[in-house]
């Protein structure tokens, strides 16, 4: 399965810069999760990942208590005095076969609009 998560990350990471996205780190902490920006926002993106098996999308059930961390430790190592918006997304892929998936890209995951 290894071989099909870095396809799959690489094929998320292609989905986020063709919709704008400047990716800054890729898998910067805790795997394979995105930090990136999103014109004047900096996005945490968390990415899951599953093989068809009948069950359909992965659960896309973010830890807010983990991604928060992981924004702490980001911001206090990167950002100095800037003031920036941030957000979190959770971009979800089925693979439905060697050469397709679905995607799903849930904007401000963590918001409660």
């Not at 359909?56 to 190592?77: I, N, S, V």
């Amino acid at each position: 399965m290894e071989a099909i998560d870095t396809r799959a990350k690489k094929g998320i990471r292609v989905y986020l810069e063709r919709r704008g996205f400047e990716i800054l780190e890729e898998g910067w902490a805790h795997g394979g999760d995105f930090i990136a920006r999103d014109e004047d926002e900096l996005v945490f993106v968390h990415c899951q990942v599953t093989q068809n098996g009948g069950e359909g999308f992965p659960e896309e059930d973010a830890d807010r208590t983990a991604l928060e961390r992981l924004a702490a430790a980001y911001l206090a190592e990167h950002l100095d005095s800037e003031d920036i918006r941030i957000r979190f997304d959770v971009v979800s892929m089925l693979i439905v076969g060697e050469s397709r998936a679905l995607l799903r890209h849930h904007l401000n995951a963590l918001g409660t609009l």
